[in-house]
């Protein structure tokens, strides 16, 4: 029998989970409690931008393949494999995770197991939920101890989630159970012939995979933060730093680009869930670090609005800027701790008429930061500016003409938030060019 598979939750990684899964060849059935979000995903639509993501999942809603409901009862009914795709937010005010939306969907979706299925774990949670989360269904469920849980992180970068989904680089997953894992064998049958690697471990290490891996990541992008000030101090090269500490193989280039750090719905929580977790189990000093990684990279916004505000003179009031990105990272609309709005809210607190323009994110900004200015284009938020601002690296800014540019505004200063611009172009173009840890 081939297995039938929903997926709960429809947010960034749901959507996108359900028409891979889709795309591998299963019936599918997404379910979300937001009914306006599933009357869009039933029409063809994605509520979020994700590179070949929409294309994917209107050829299978349109073949009937993949379909959306409201209804626990219906996704019980229809499913073999259940995939849990919950947010997994930091508390209001606290470091640690809120669990509620998990809790809240095995809640609705326990009473109405009434035979043996699989339920799969993808969310990044603390250490120790998913053996709770096992009992609490099985504790609900009709078929009490037929129903098994797996923990299956997921591993998506946004910009490559579709291919992450269909190609991932390895497949975790954390059960003692035989059986679950022969399930897990069939649902990822095409993915395992391909060649990706499958580790499978206990509950507690495969909980803690996505937050290590977030974790080290956090590490090595402040580390080269941190570099590009003691740069800056000493007038030395970030970039040429980076490019030689890149060739030692125990260090690698990638993730070694000096800028205005991280942000995003994945990073920031989840390093702050890690040391909230260490804390409740008694380890909290071995985990202390992360606490300076989160400290550098709040760092970086506030030093460029210092930049920012050295470079006209030492005051923003009354100062036109204009802040290239709104989105957290390029192919995204996900606006999510992003740290280009972040920058472009603290410089129009401090007096500065601000104008963003981002290639996808400027309805989702508009509706956070509804008192800054949004362009439709470069050249119309550049329109007079006294500053510019490079936050977000799409390639449209990185092909932008600086001379092109340089007509529109008031003054030729740019600051490259993201040390990705070609700065002898701009210079060229006779634009006075700062970046992080560059002289």
């Not at 499913?79 to 005010?93: A, S, W, Y």
């Not at 992450?164 to 680089?169: A, G, S, W, Y």
């Not at 030689?244 to 990073?267: P, Q, S, T």
């Not at 505000?309 to 709104?326: M, N, Q």
Request: contains cysteine.
């Amino acid at each position: 029998m081939t297995l039938r598979i929903t997926v709960l939750g429809c947010g960034y990684l749901g959507t996108t989970h359900a028409a891979g899964m889709a795309e591998l060849g299963f019936e599918v059935m997404g379910m979300d409690v937001d009914e306006d979000r599933v009357a869009t995903l039933a029409a063809g639509r994605a509520p979020l931008y994700e590179p070949h993501l929409e294309p994917m999942l209107r050829t299978h809603v349109d073949s009937g393949r993949l379909r959306f409901t409201t209804s626990y009862e219906e996704v019980a009914q229809f499913g073999d494999v259940h995939f849990l795709c919950i947010g997994t937010p930091q508390k209001k005010g606290e470091y640690a995770t809120d669990l509620r939306y998990q809790h809240g969907v095995v809640d609705g979706l326990s009473p109405h197991l009434d035979r043996p299925a699989l339920v799969v774990g993808k969310s990044t949670v603390p250490v120790g939920t998913a053996a709770a989360l096992r009992d609490r269904i099985q504790a609900a469920a009709p078929a009490a101890r037929d129903v098994d849980l797996v923990w299956n992180p997921e591993f998506l970068r946004e910009g490559f989630a579709v291919h992450d989904t269909l190609h991932p680089d390895r497949i975790v997953l954390g059960t003692d159970s035989e059986p679950a894992v022969e399930t897990m064998r069939e649902v990822y049958a095409k993915t395992l012939a391909d060649g990706t690697p499958l580790i499978v471990t206990d509950y507690q290490t495969a909980e803690l995979v996505k937050a290590a891996a977030n974790a080290f990541l956090a590490t090595k992008i402040s580390f080269i933060n941190a570099m590009s000030e003691l740069c800056e101090a000493a007038g030395a090269n970030v970039d040429e730093l980076a490019d030689a500490l890149g060739h030692d193989e125990r260090i690698g280039r990638k993730f070694l680009n000096a800028g205005i750090g991280f942000g995003g719905g994945c990073i920031p929580k989840d390093i702050r869930g890690l040391i909230a977790r260490a804390g409740e189990l008694g380890v909290d000093q071995a985990v202390s670090f992360l606490k300076e990684v989160d400290a550098i990279n709040m760092r970086q916004r506030a030093h460029v609005v210092d930049l920012a505000r050295a470079a006209l003179g030492g005051s923003l009031l009354g100062t036109r800027v204009a802040v290239l990105g709104a989105a957290f990272k390029p192919d995204t609309d996900d606006i999510r701790d992003s740290p280009a709005l972040n920058v472009a809210g603290q410089l129009h607190l401090q007096g500065a008429e601000v104008s963003v323009y981002d290639p996808r994110a400027n309805d989702s900004a508009r509706r956070i930061f509804p008192t800054l200015t949004y362009a439709d284009s470069t050249l119309e938020a550049c329109q007079g500016a006294d500053l510019v601002l490079h936050l977000t690296m799409w390639q449209e800014f990185l092909d932008a003409d600086p001379a092109e540019i340089g007509e529109v505004v008031n003054h030729r200063r740019v600051i490259d938030g993201r040390n990705a611009l070609d700065a002898d172009r701009w210079r060229a173009a006779g634009w006075t060019y700062r970046a992080l840890g560059r002289p």
